[in-house]
C-alpha cells in the first residue's frame, strides 16, 4: 500500500474505531448488525483494506454520522470519557426495564441530584 493510501487508510480505521467505542459496540456486533463479514471489519480496522463507498455509507447511517466523518482526519480524536461509556452502557440496560422500573431508576437519580 502506499503511503498515501495507508495514510487514508489510517485516518477511516482510527475514525470507525472511535465511533465504534463511542457507541459502545465490538468488532463482532458491528459485523452483525450491518449484515458485514467479520473479517472485513478486522481488515478495516487494522489498515489491510479499505471500505468502499457503499459500506462507508452504511456506516455513517448506522452511527448517525456523515461519510466525511468517517473518511477525514476532521478533528483530533478526543479520549473516549469513560463517563460517555458509562452513559451508553446505563441506556443499554435501561432498555431492558419496565415501566416501573424506570419509575425507580428516575426516582433515584432525581434523590442522587438533590443529594449534591
Known sequence: MRDTNRKICKIFSNNLQYYMDLNGINRQELADKLQFKY??????????????????EQLANYFGISKYDLKENNHEK???????????????????LNDAEIDILLSMAEQLIKNK
Request: glycine content about 0%.
Open 39 to 56: 473479517s472485513t471489519v478486522c481488515n478495516w480496522l487494522s489498515c489491510y483494506s479499505y471500505a468502499s463507498e457503499d459500506k462507508i
Open 78 to 96: 478526543l479520549e473516549i470519557n469513560s463517563n460517555v461509556k458509562k452513559r451508553n452502557q446505563l441506556i443499554k440496560i435501561t432498555t431492558k
